[in-house]
């Protein structure tokens, strides 16, 4: 059974930081494209940082140069840096997975196979 468990939400000031962690497992870690999605009420759920099987990266426009992902294939986790958080950060973020070896960090959240159950991050102002 495949399972990604999300922790490190929370709630913060403007500036603020906080890191994401999803710990996956019932599939190869290694062979696998990882994602961190956000939905903010009343909003579609959008791409924030995706890895690659190799390493590559994507990250949107609106959190470049602020949050980092990164992975760490012996504890099957992947993690998202968030760093100068504002209040437009504010929404449910999801890690999505996706097992099979891929070079490209793919941005399409019908991309992902497997979801976790979401963390909230919330930041006042």
């Known amino acids: 059974e495949v399972q990604l468990v999300e922790s490190g939400g929370g709630s913060v000031q403007a500036g603020g930081s906080l890191r994401l962690s999803c710990t996956a497992s019932g599939f190869t870690f290694d062979d696998s494209i990882m994602g961190w999605y956000r939905q903010a009420p009343g909003n579609e759920c959008k791409v924030v940082s995706t890895?690659?099987?190799?390493?590559?990266?994507y990250y949107a426009d609106s959190v470049k140069g602020r949050f980092t992902i990164s992975q760490d294939n012996a504890k099957n986790t992947v993690y998202l840096q968030m760093n100068s958080l504002t209040p437009d950060d504010t929404a449910i973020y999801y890690c999505a997975a996706r097992d099979g070896y891929c070079s490209l960090p793919l941005r399409v959240s019908n991309d992902y196979v497997y979801w976790g159950q979401g963390t909230q991050v919330t930041v006042s102002s």
């Open positions: 890895i690659s099987s190799d390493g590559s990266t």
